[in-house]
């Protein structure tokens, strides 16, 4: 027999009924896992009562009696609010993203386990020192008892997917930090391509447009197809989205007592990498025994990665890759093996513990890696910079007549790599203001000026020498583009026809000579792509410019460009109107923060942040990259920004968009993000008298005695 709903009241109240059930059966699923912030916890690991308060914006700052209890509570309090971005990192480690995801993650999972990682970690995890043994197996004893303590109130991820997570061991965190410096290493992206386009092309062509970078011993890779089908499969990889393309080109800085407005060093720190939701870092202050403790660290890796303890700070610019030493680098399977990070958790232990001057100065200070520059400043005044990497002689300078350190361009040289970008706008910043205030960190963190940019304008404007374009309104964009200083503003109209030009001028210059296929791959290579093109434009008799699918005329670098400008601006022109006013890099320049499961039907909209309207780009020290595969979209940039104040570390201060919780609907997922966007900070309070009395959320974690003893 059927029963049938008449319309009416009736039918309405019991339609209501459903989709008020359906909604707050989701809501509990979404709000049932979040951080517990207040009241006790038992566990039967801790030795001794942990306290955790949390700030206005769920930073915690853990208070401990003793090491082990520390770390043990960071592995907690980090899966309280990461665990499923832990989970999932460790699955793209593995190669294990299938088990979850299917054939759409096949690709990711095939290239992660030609780099066995997870081997490498179990190799690394017999030979580690005691100390650093003792805090990874604590932090993994930390994820677990939330594991097991959460166990069935997983977050909506879990629930979604009907997955539980398995327990964490110490291996896996070393697998992530191996990881971490892998995604900043451009050479398993970069390599392959340099390989087939050096069958491609002849070696006096490749130098004009990679001058930093060598015919690379390219013979691992086998013939000009299997270097091909090695580019085709890694466009493959990309295009899954599980793991981005490499991000370099951390900023840090610090100015001397001499300099500082305060009379004590200021240290900035900006570092790089994909916008994901949640975000790659994680904010916390650790204090127990050696370690008193605050700043990013990973989510999954012990202790902080870059901040600062009670003398002294830290943070690193990288070094861009071009051509590197083959020290300790082996070939597998078309791929370099990661770096050998064996050292990395033992000098991670020093920057968060005994990191004064002797000890950065100290030559055992050691650090593997992609290369970059380590820099530090102490609150006795002093500062310095400290070259780490694959490289023979590891550099040291502490006296800087400028009164400033973290891009100089001594600690490069004779590396094969290069600065970031953003180091000339630095120093013409820095030379700008004889003293400096913590102010004049935040406004130089926020600036978007692409010095690059403007030097690209002017060498345009010495090619065409006075040539004009197809119209009137084209030629008076054109004279406004050439008055340009380089702003990436929000509404900047030559900073839109700037970055359009840019693609339109490399299909033009390279997509010939390339092909489609090997030009995709080339839009995929971030760091090379405006920097290389810039060095064509140096000289306008390079046979780059000639197309040479057209057998019956060489093309000139006046043509290539007069042709790049129409196109771009007529682009802007069908989106916009002829008006030059109402065009708008912010317009064209979106920031979302990606989820994995964004793109899942019905439910991804729950986890989308974005887009929002932004400026900057690669050029900018407030950096904004650009994705060239999909533009004209933001794919990484400063993802994370700290001053310290080394006369009073109270007034330090941080931004981390989105925000530190990865939980859905916990209040602190997104909470940073208008911070971020309108260049606030946070403030980080660091007295601890002062953090016991600001009525932060209090959670204690105690011994399991203490729950018997109630």
Known sequence: MRFKIKSGPLAFILIASVLFLALLCGYRMATQPLAVTKGRLFFAELGAEVRVRRDGYGVPHVFARNEDDLFFAQGFITAQDRLWQMDCLRRTVQGRLSEWFGAQASGTDSLMRRYAMGETAKRQWRTLDESSRRILERYASGVNAFIRHYHGRFSFEYRLMN???????????????????????????????????????????????????????????????????????????????????????????????????????????????????????????????????????????????????????????????????????????????????????????????????????????????????????????????????????????????????????????????????????????????????????????????????????????????????????????????????????????????????VLEFADLLCRDEMGDSLFASFLNLSSFFPECLGNILKDPLSPWFDDVRTKDRIETAAEILKQSLVKSAEKLKIQWGDDFSKWSWAGLHTLSFRHPLEQTALVGWMFRSGPFATGGSYGTIASADVDWTSPFRTSAGASAKMVLDLSNWDNSVSVLPPGQSGQLLDPHLQDQVQLYLENYYRPMLWDSSKVEQAGWDLLLLQPESAHAAL
């Open 163 to 501: 997955r539980v997570p398995d327990l964490w061991k110490p291996e896996d965190s070393i697998s992530l930090l191996q990881a971490a410096a892998w995604r900043r290493d451009e050479r398993w992206l970069s390599d392959p391509f340099f390989a087939e386009l050096g069958f491609k092309i002849d070696p006096k062509r490749f130098r004009e447009l990679f001058p930093n970078v060598a015919f690379h011993d390219t013979a691992y890779l086998g013939g000009e197809s299997r270097a091909a089908a090695w580019n085709a499969f890694l466009r493959r990889v990309l295009a899954e989205k599980w793991i981005p393309p490499p991000v370099s080109g951390n900023l840090a800085w610090a100015v001397s007592s001499a300099r500082s407005a305060s009379g004590k060093p200021l240290l900035s720190i900006v570092l790089r990498s994909a916008f994901t939701n949640p975000s790659p870092w994680y904010e916390m202050r650790l204090s127990a025994g050696a370690f008193h403790v605050q700043g990013f660290t990973l989510p999954g890796i012990p202790m902080v990665l870059a901040g600062h303890n009670k003398s002294a700070a830290w943070g690193n610019t990288a070094l861009l890759d071009g051509l590197l030493p083959a020290e300790g680098l082996e070939r597998k399977e078309g791929i370099p093996a990661v770096w050998n990070s064996d050292r990395e958790l033992h000098t991670l232990n020093r920057l968060n513990t005994d990191l004064h001057w002797n000890a950065f100065a100290d030559a055992r200070f050691t650090y593997d890696g992609c290369g970059g520059v380590f820099v530090c400043a102490d609150t006795a005044g002093k500062i310095g910079s400290r070259r780490y990497g694959p490289f023979a002689q590891t550099l040291y300078r502490t006296n800087f007549q400028e009164g400033w350190t973290g891009v100089d361009e001594s600690l490069a040289r004779g590396t094969g790599l290069r600065l970031p970008p953003q180091s000339g706008r630095l120093r013409r910043l820095m030379a700008e203001k004889k003293k400096v205030a913590l102010e004049n960190f935040k406004q130089i963190q926020s600036d978007l000026v692409s010095e690059n940019a403007a030097t690209w304008t002017r060498m345009v404007r010495t090619i065409l020498r006075g040539d004009s374009l197809k119209d009137a309104i084209q030629n008076r964009l054109l004279e406004s583009l050439f008055r340009w200083d380089g702003s990436m503003r929000h509404g900047s109209a030559e900073a839109a026809w700037f970055e359009t030009f």
